[in-house]
């Protein structure tokens, strides 16, 4: 058994309805972040490619084909992609937008993670998780943090 630790004891915990809704936001994160990887990557094979394709998001996110079309079925009904039967796949304007957020989210949290010395592979791994559950506050407090690390 550890002792604890009487110097720096842990802090009090939150009142109910400020964790319930830490709570909450997370479940929100966790609703929207399928949507979220998806939009940026068929962004990036759009900006890289020219067009995203559903065998390509399913090849780069890991899943089977059949996967990736519910997903993208879904994604339509959400009003955030649309295509046609064996055709490309186009982000709509709102689509785009959660893209580009979701980009510069990661791109973040990659680039802190890479200033206090995480390798580039765990980064990008790390990264990939954790731009999901970062406001917009810690993101700004990020900024702050690599700007310091870098110019020292």
């Known amino acids: 058994?550890?002792?604890?630790?009487?110097?720096?004891?842990?802090?009090?915990?939150?009142?109910?309805?400020?964790r319930a809704a830490a709570f909450q936001r997370m479940?929100?994160?966790?609703?929207?972040?399928?949507a979220e990887d998806y939009t940026e990557l068929i962004g990036d094979l759009i900006d890289t490619l020219g067009e995203?394709?559903?065998?390509?998001?399913?090849?780069?996110?890991?899943?089977s084909?059949?996967?990736?079309?519910?997903v993208v079925?879904?994604?339509?009904?959400?009003?955030?992609?649309?295509?046609?039967p064996y055709r490309s796949i186009h982000l709509?304007?709102?689509?785009r937008a959660m893209a580009d957020a979701s980009r510069r989210r990661h791109q973040r949290v990659y680039d802190f993670l890479r200033a206090i010395g995480v390798s580039e592979t765990t980064a990008e791994e790390d990264a990939e998780g954790i731009e999901h559950h970062c406001s917009e506050?810690?993101?700004?407090?990020?900024?702050?943090a690599i700007e310091k690390l870098t110019r020292a």
């Open 1 to 18: 058994m550890v002792a604890p630790d009487k110097t720096n004891p842990p802090p009090a915990p939150a009142k109910p309805a400020r």
């Open 27 to 34: 479940r929100d994160a966790h609703e929207t972040e399928m």
């Open 52 to 63: 995203a394709r559903l065998t390509d998001l399913a090849e780069n996110i890991g899943v």
């Open 65 to 70: 084909h059949a996967t990736a079309a519910k």
């Open 73 to 84: 079925k879904r994604l339509q009904r959400s009003g955030l992609v649309h295509s046609q």
């Open 92 to 95: 709509t304007t709102s689509g």
């Open 137 to 144: 506050e810690t993101l700004a407090m990020l900024a702050k």
